[in-house]
């Protein structure tokens, strides 16, 4: 099974196969939050000494999608 790589992100996820309790989470986490989150991990990679953007396309890549 291929999986599809939008922005970087691997997406793994079989949507039809979410149970009602994830689907309901799913719904709860809105773009404000993904916004924060992302803003979040790129500066915590960097207060680490990476850049996080190359270092995910090297994970991606590891995965041989």
């Keep these: 099974m ?3 790589v ?4 691997p997406w793994l996820l079989d949507e039809a ?5 994830d689907r309901a989470f799913q719904r ?3 773009e ?3 916004r924060s989150y992302a803003r979040l991990v790129r500066l915590l990679s960097l ?3 990476c850049w996080e953007p190359r270092e995910r396309r090297k994970i991606v890549d590891l995965l041989d999608l």
């Design 6 to 9: 939008v922005d970087g992100i």
């Design 32 to 34: 404000k939050d993904a």
């Design 17 to 21: 196969t979410l149970s009602a309790l």
């Design 47 to 49: 207060l680490l000494g």
């Design 2 to 4: 291929g999986y599809s």
């Design 28 to 30: 709860q986490y809105t």
